[in-house]
């Protein structure tokens, strides 16, 4: 089903405003796990692990999620579609793959949140290296799904191709 | 006859996922990374 322009536009705004938002997001969550590592304030230190388990649940998952459903609606609702061309392919797997890292990685995010919170923890235990990894690699693929988004490099799946010969079929 | 092959970056990409997700099975399969190891003695 194709939608209408003014719902098409509509879809394309939340599309962007909910990925786009998840890489910013990303970036803060980036300079929380820089303080983390490199600040030499025991407080802050263990006020940017404890804070990173909540960012994860009430920003990053809900936007993780935002950028699927409304890339779903974008690619399903327009010419594009989501198996046709392989752009929108692979920015579907790159959001699938970084969704489902990051909520097994919430985990991490709590067991690293319980670390800074105990006061007898030692602030070496404390830092870890590991959401800056972490953050860093994902950060790098929504970057890519967003050039790849901007650019629409062509090329269609074999899908996509047999589809469009299908309708030139029937328009003929 | 272009529009019909496979554009040369998808052959990137798709090697590039595909060691990606090879590497992160071995990793978590040998149990050298996931949630667990950053446990701190818990």
Known sequence: MILAPSLRNLALTAHVTASV????AVAGFLALAVVGLA???AQRVRAAYLVMEPIGWFVLVPLAFASLVTGLVQSL?????LFRHYWVLFKLLINVFATFILLIYMETLASVGDV???PSADLG???NASPLLHAALALFLLAVATVLAVYKPRGMTRYGRRRDGERAVTMS | ???????GWVKVFGIVALVVVVLLVVVLVTGGHG???????K
Request: net charge negative; no cysteine; proline share 6%.
């Open chain 1, 21 to 24: 938002g998840w890489l910013g």
């Open chain 1, 125 to 127: 235990d404390v830092r």
């Open chain 1, 39 to 41: 600040s030499d304030d």
């Open chain 1, 116 to 118: 800074a919170g105990d």
């Open chain 2, 1 to 7: 006859v272009a529009e019909q092959s496979t554009p």
């Open chain 2, 35 to 41: 949630p667990g190891r950053h446990m701190l003695g």
């Open chain 1, 77 to 81: 609702g327009t010419k594009w579609g």
